[in-house]
């Protein structure tokens, strides 16, 4: 099954680049940049991700993104996780950044945009792993500070594809974001928000009431409501849950607790993703694997979760339709039939 896993296609719509800086590239960029860090080695660092809840991974998940001075670290960073998307079968790639984890340290958003993207664009032409960009707006930050990254936006409307929501979320609810999303929308992006990772189902609602999103991230709170779940069923509205995060943030207690396969059984639009893969202890592949190990999911489930993340997809119909058909010529191959 890991042999099938491994070479499953796949398609990532919950990534927090910033998530994905390994402590190897922390430590390069941190001497390049003559920065220091708290940890005296990598293996320092790895020890110290040992995380009680959603906050207490924040404080050093933001800390982390310090290293990140120049548009080259940003290019290094995207690049370095587009090579972990060709080694674990990623057709495309959805990824979030956060501006203001950069801004507010003196920053420039266009530093940060631009080596992002230029690296998703490489990754196209080199790897031929097709990409969007989501930016993300922190909920612990105010609604000013959301319409002031906004603005900073406005020249790069092209180069994005939503506007999303993360950070803190008890505390925290869509409402506060509610103007700021509807300019936002009115400017052509799509939307999306974190909810229901810790935080209660009504947050769910407010996303999808308030906030108009096209997808949830995480929405694993929806199971304590009912009439919610129907609601998320009916709709198809997608739900990117991301397994390894939500063990190492203590949202189920382990993996074998896990609701993914409820919710894929109910009917929703559920999606497997890694969330911040240097974090959590793993990408795709790893997540797809952790899930298999607990909760045994049929190769069929395991395709379901890829044809979801099509569906869900911010793409063309055009490269939905070649997704997939790579989906069905690898299920053609080496489905259990
Ligand atoms: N899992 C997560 N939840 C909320 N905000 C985040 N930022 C990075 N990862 C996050
Ligand atoms: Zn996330």
Not at 72 to 79: G, H, Q, S, V
Not at 217 to 241: C, F, N, W, Y
């Amino acid at each position: 099954m890991e042999k099938f896993i491994r070479c499953l296609p796949k398609v990532e719509l919950h990534l927090h680049i910033e998530g994905s800086l390994e402590p190897e590239l922390m430590f390069e960029l941190a001497e390049r940049n003559g920065i220091s860090t708290p940890y005296s080695s990598v293996e320092e660092a790895r020890s110290a991700y040992h995380f009680h809840n959603l906050q207490s991974f924040l404080d050093i998940y933001y800390q982390g993104a310090n290293v990140l001075i120049t548009e080259r670290d940003f290019f290094d960073l995207t690049w370095a996780y587009l090579l972990r998307c060709k080694a674990d079968n990623v057709m495309h790639t959805e990824i979030f950044f956060d501006p203001q984890t950069h801004t507010e340290r003196g920053i420039a958003f266009d530093t940060a945009i631009n080596g992002i993207y230029h690296a998703l664009r490489q990754g196209e032409k080199e790897l031929g792993i097709t990409s969007r960009l989501i930016m993300c707006f922190l909920r612990h930050l105010s609604e000013e500070a959301a319409f002031e990254t906004l603005e900073m936006a406005k020249p790069h409307l092209n180069r994005l594809v939503a506007v999303g929501l993360d950070s803190s979320e008890l505390g925290h609810p869509p409402e506060k974001f509610e103007r700021v999303f509807a300019e936002a929308r009115a400017l052509g992006l799509k939307t999306v928000a974190h909810a229901g990772e810790e935080g209660p189902p009504s947050n769910i609602w407010d996303a999808i009431n308030l906030l108009h999103v096209s997808r949830i991230d995480h929405g694993v709170q929806s199971s304590e409501d009912p009439e919610l779940i129907k609601t998320l069923a009916l709709s198809r509205m997608p739900l990117t849950v991301c397994p390894l995060s939500n063990i190492k943030l203590r949202v189920f207690d382990k993996m074998e607790d896990h609701n993914i396969l409820t919710l894929l059984d109910q009917g929703l639009c559920v999606t497997v993703n890694s969330d911040d893969p240097a974090f959590f202890g793993g990408y795709m592949t790893d997540n797809f694997i952790a899930l298999n190990k607990a909760l045994s999911p049929s190769p069929s489930q395991l395709a379901q979760f890829t044809r979801n993340a099509i569906e869900a997809s911010f793409v063309s119909d055009e490269r939905k339709q070649e997704m997939m058909q790579n989906l069905d010529d690898f299920w053609d191959k080496h489905g259990i039939h």
